[in-house]
């Protein structure tokens, strides 16, 4: 029954941010909401370059993800060597069937959205004049700047995704810094114009949602975490045996 609601509740919560988008009167309001967000964002970084422009540009970097994922995998750490879940083992399967599972759930989506449905959303910085382009800032270097693509935001899905699992695992204790650190990743991408507000709240928002419900409002959470804790337990059995 817990699985149920917890279903219902996330599923619904999906529904309601596509359906806020699609429908035309609250669709102009989220239109509205992303010019002025964005304006407001990357109208910060006109003048001179200064620590402000250096910081996002190097929060935009293709070298930033390494130390986003290192502090994303932290929280990862830290309950895999003090969480109260079972034993280790299991911790160590649990998040690689969460990680795994995320990781194929928003590359399906985007896909069954961009190729599927045929939809293809320009990014603020390729439709409005004026927009402030980092790659112009700091020329000589990769910078996410620019999309032909920029709905669904699959990096937003995957961080709210990591969000609801950790904040599943540990609750409070884990959730709270977690989710300060989520809204400040999502944050890059928004000053440089790569993505609309809409693409990472509705987007990556609706897509998140979706796969945590599938996850914790289905015993599929359940299943592949016990599945891979079998092979893992398999694997050091033989490991044991072959060593002696």
């Known amino acids: 029954m817990k699985h149920r609601y917890i279903f219902f509740i996330l599923l ?105 449905l045929e939809y293809h959303r320009q990014s603020p910085t390729a439709v409005l004049s004026g927009a402030i382009r980092l790659t112009e800032l700091f020329p000589g ?4 700047d620019f999309s032909a693509n920029s709905f669904p935001g699959d990096n937003a899905a995957v961080l709210f995704s990591w969000l609801g699992i950790v904040w599943f695992i540990g609750r409070w204790r884990y959730g709270v810094p977690a989710t300060m650190l989520a809204v400040f990743l999502a944050l890059p991408r928004l000053f440089s114009g790569a993505h609309w507000l809409s693409d990472v709240i509705v987007g990556g928002g609706a897509l998140s949602l979706v796969t945590l419900a599938m996850l914790f409002g289905t015993k599929a959470h359940d299943v592949i975490s016990e599945s891979f804790y079998s092979v893992v337990l398999l694997a050091k059995k033989f490991g044991i045996r072959s060593s002696e």
Not at 20 to 46: C, H
Not at 62 to 85: C, D, E, Q, V, W
Not at 141 to 144: A, E, F, G, L, N
Request: hydrophobic share 55%.
């Open 12 to 116: 619904s919560a999906a529904i309601f941010l596509i359906g806020s988008w699609l429908l035309p009167a609250t669709r102009e309001i989220w239109d509205g909401i992303d010019i002025a967000v964005f304006e407001y964002l990357n109208g910060s970084l006109s003048g001179d370059i200064s620590w402000w422009n250096k910081m996002w540009f190097l929060l935009n970097t293709h070298t930033a993800k390494f130390f986003i994922a290192i502090s994303m995998n932290l929280f990862y750490l830290y309950y895999l060597f003090f969480g109260k879940r079972r034993d280790f083992l299991y911790r160590m399967s649990q998040l690689l069937a969460l990680t795994i599972f995320v990781g194929l759930a928003t590359v399906i989506g985007k896909l069954l959205i961009q190729w599927g």
């Open 141 to 144: 270097h990769r910078i996410r």
